[in-house]
């Protein structure tokens, strides 16, 4: 898809999970995947909301954010990992914050453009660019 002069990566047919807190920015992730032609999960704003769509759905990613009104995501990614579903992270949180077996896990620190969201989806789930 092209918007302007940009190349939106195309995630058409993808299931993708957001599970993100604050209103605005999961507005904006949904309206941003759901352009990419992909079906959005949710947004769910809970650990448990989350936890429960991870068991649950077929997912072919996700974007989580770290805190959620005080829980962390991280059970959340312990069930994706699980299932080897790829995730992006969403946090304000500096690398070293992150647990160990997360500080390798591809990160997007807030804010960002929802232009490196689909980026970064494609590069866990799309086809690389290819047509």
């Not at 949710?42 to 936890?51: A, I, N, Y």
């Not at 992270?89 to 689909?118: N, S």
Request: aromatic content about 6%; charged content about 20%.
């Amino acid at each position: 898809m092209i918007q302007g002069r940009v190349t939106m990566p195309s995630l058409a047919g993808k299931n993708i999970l957001v599970v993100e807190d604050e209103y605005f920015i999961a507005s904006d992730l949904k309206r941003a995947i759901g352009a990419a032609s992909a079906t959005v999960i949710g947004p769910v704003s809970t650990l448990d909301g989350g936890l429960a769509a991870a068991a649950s759905d077929a997912i072919d990613a996700a974007v989580l954010d770290v805190n959620l009104s005080g829980a962390l995501s991280y059970p959340i990614a312990d069930r994706l990992t699980e299932r080897n579903v790829p995730f992006v992270f969403v946090t304000g949180y500096d690398g070293w914050a992150m647990p160990a077996t997360y500080r390798d896990v591809l990160r997007l620190a807030k804010p960002f453009p929802p232009g490196a969201v689909l980026r970064a989806l494609e590069r866990l789930v799309g086809d690389g660019g290819k047509d």
